[in-house]
């Protein structure tokens, strides 16, 4: 089973700053058939369902806003929020699927709070 | 304006059954793959089953083979989830979400979810 695993559990950052939380896989989520990365990113706060953010790695979901960006290929990501508001304190989870057999995994999660 | 409306979450023993509903408007239900997606308290969410949009393709996690049954209804645009000799460990807040347009490798609406909780 492809494991995600995510760093920080948790970080504090200043209104404004930039937060940075990464997402590695135990195996490449690249697909050669079509040269996508199958990752996602989704946001939730409390009490909330998550919310989809990012797919194909680095396609913000419309309506997001454009401080969310996503990065890497093959094993390594990157959520950056580029200028941190009070209203994206939240729980972030990157998420992969695999083809074979189909199966759809999530991170453990990581806590973004206000410092 | 999407909405996914789950119900039938409880209190069960042990070994019981429950069975997990899901309405959804704002949206043609029948055109949509869909998923159940569980997440037990303080922890990350875990897709549970998955549905094609006319019901040919269905898929689940290792952890609910043999017990749990996906299915829906296009014409009641509901989805279900069928849960029968549930353990302590199946306790969790039950989504139901839609497999996005782009790739049913996301989940693109989710539910408020329903809470079941398996205890004696």
């Known amino acids: 089973d492809i494991v995600l695993t995510q760093s920080p559990d948790s970080l504090a950052v200043s209104l404004g700053e930039r937060a940075t939380i990464n997402c590695k896989s135990s195996?490449?989520?690249?697909?050669?058939?079509?040269?996508?990365?199958?990752l996602g990113w989704y946001q939730q706060k409390a009490g909330q369902p998550p919310k989809l953010l990012i797919y194909?790695?680095?396609t913000r979901e419309s309506g997001v806003p454009d401080r969310f960006s996503g990065s890497g290929s093959g094993t390594d990501f990157t959520l950056t929020i580029s200028s941190l508001q009070a209203e994206d304190v939240a729980v972030y989870y990157c998420q992969q699927y695999y083809n074979s057999p189909p199966t759809w995994t999530f991170g453990q999660g990581t806590k973004v709070e206000i410092k | 304006e999407v909405q996914l409306v789950e119900s039938g979450g409880d209190l069960v023993q042990p070994g019981g059954s429950l069975r997990l509903s899901c309405a959804a408007s704002g949206f043609t239900f029948s055109t949509y793959n869909m998923h159940w997606v569980r997440q037990a308290p303080g922890k990350g969410p875990e897709r549970v089953s998955y549905i094609s949009s006319s019901s040919v393709t269905i898929y689940y996690a290792d952890s609910v083979k043999g017990r749990f049954t996906i299915s829906r209804d296009n014409v009641k645009n509901s989805l279900y989830l069928q849960m029968n000799s549930l353990r302590v460990e199946d306790t969790a807040v039950y989504y139901c979400a839609r497999a996005s347009m782009s790739s049913s490798a996301y989940f693109d609406y989710w539910g408020r979810g329903a809470l079941v909780t398996v205890s004696s």
């Open positions: 194909w790695a680095s």
């Open positions: 195996q490449s989520v690249l697909y050669n058939s079509d040269n996508k990365n199958y």
